[in-house]
């Protein structure tokens, strides 16, 4: 998150153990494959881009004819320009910034939906909860004032009165709310109740999308020409991807431990990658991809994202969502 919406912010950690168990450690060498292409990643390196790793690391992409790069993000490396310019064949990112772009005039369309359900939630602690939205009446909020849209949105959804919430600007910490200087903080529910948790601090989580915030996280972009040229290409990336994070479901604490050993200096901690896996299964995975695929979404979805994107200030269409290329790799 921390750019300037908290959708790209991410926490860090690290480890190593039982990769030779699950056959996550690298592949052997094998023959140089025939294309380079990119993945420009959204955040800096950690389990939350674990099945890119599996799918490098067991070589499914080589097989596939593909020399995948997974070029690292953060906050000086926004995932929209390389893959305008081709550097990237494919990027991470999310339907806001997405719909954002294509107001400018880039030619991406969404192909992948990682995250079935949006992460943001409402984190709060147990003597003092916020359950559902009403009880954000009368709480202060710790947040970056630059999420204000995120949650005037919230409140729309769920008519919630915003004057009646106290919004305090705050740093990406759960510092503030440990302390007591906030009642609640909006973040992710992968990060810092995760941070909390490995500090002994029980946390409650009110998860956004349980209450009408529909909003794509972690969703696969290319551009129209890639669509139209280069399908092959994406198909094979996209397959590569839903194996790896196929296999990321069926291990989680082997996946953080990749993500260790990939990048040791990354300054992971694998205890705390290992909890973040965890809690990004339900978010990633439902009936729906368990009935279609890695990455599906419906057209009901869509019409949800579309409600959610006018209420940030983003007026899109369907076309912004293609599902040609996941078609392609399950076999629909």
């Known amino acids: 998150m921390a750019p300037v919406h908290l959708s790209r912010r991410r926490v860090i950690a690290g480890g190593s153990a039982g990769l030779a168990a699950l056959g996550l450690a690298l592949s052997a060498p094998r023959a140089r494959a025939q294309t380079a292409v990119g993945l420009q990643l959204s955040w800096l390196h950690s389990v939350q881009f674990a099945g890119s790793y599996i799918a490098l690391s067991r070589g499914w992409w080589q097989d596939a004819g593909l020399d995948v790069s997974l070029q690292q993000g953060g906050p000086n490396a926004p995932v929209e320009p390389p893959v305008v310019s081709g550097a990237a064949l494919v990027g991470i990112s999310a339907a806001d910034y997405t719909a954002a772009a294509v107001e400018q005039g880039a030619p991406f369309r969404i192909i992948g939906v990682a995250m079935q359900k949006n992460p943001f939630v ?146 992971l901690d694998l205890a705390t990658q290992k909890l973040q896996a965890v809690r990004q299964v339900p978010l990633m995975f439902s009936d729906l991809t368990d009935t279609y695929g890695f990455g599906w979404w419906t057209d009901e979805a869509v019409a949800n994202n579309i409600a959610t994107l006018a209420l940030l200030g983003h007026n899109v269409t369907p076309d912004l969502w293609d599902r040609s290329i996941l078609e392609e790799v399950h076999g629909i």
């Not at 510092?175 to 529910?189: I, K």
């Not at 790896?244 to 040791?264: K, Q, S």
């Open 122 to 267: 409402i984190a709060s602690l147990p003597a003092n909860p916020v359950n559902v939205p009403a009880d954000l009446e009368g709480k202060r909020i710790g947040m970056a004032l630059a999420n204000m849209p995120v949650l005037q949105a919230l409140c729309t959804l769920n008519d919630v009165d915003i004057d009646r919430i106290e919004v305090v600007p705050t740093q990406y910490s759960a510092q503030p709310l440990v302390a007591g200087d906030v009642d609640c903080l909006l973040c992710w529910e992968t990060d810092l109740p995760v941070a909390m948790a490995m500090q002994g601090i029980e946390s409650v989580t009110m998860l956004m999308a349980d209450f009408g915030y529909a909003l794509h996280s972690q969703t696969y972009i290319a551009t129209e020409d890639s669509l139209a040229n280069r399908r092959d290409e994406l198909v094979a990336l996209m397959a590569g991807e839903a194996r790896g994070w196929d296999a990321y479901r069926e291990d989680t604490d082997a996946a953080a431990a990749l993500a260790v050993e990939m990048f040791p200096d990354a300054g």
